[in-house]
């Protein structure tokens, strides 16, 4: 394989996607500003009452959800630099090989 398709395929395979995904996330945290904001308002009025419980619990999921996608960038950035590192003709001390 050529160093250009090589090139090309890495933006295909995970430049782009990655874009994609952040955008995505930014979309996200707006909509959790939005939310964060309503729930402002309805504390406010003391008005949460009966849906406390189910709000938690959607809370909790959401931040189980985060902390994996926190744990996935940080694998894909190691991966990454580890990638670099070995292409640059560096050693790998934390590796077995």
Known sequence: ??????AANLEMAIVLPLG???HQLMRIEADLRLLNMKALDFANAREEGR???SI???LDNINEVLDSIKGLVSDIEA???SRS???NG???PDRDD
């Open 1 to 6: 394989m050529t160093e250009g398709s090589s």
């Open 20 to 22: 994609v995904i952040a």
């Open 51 to 53: 849906h406390t419980g």
């Open 56 to 58: 938690r619990e959607r």
């Open 79 to 81: 991966d990454i630099q």
């Open 85 to 87: 590192r070995g292409s």
């Open 90 to 92: 560096q050693s790998h």
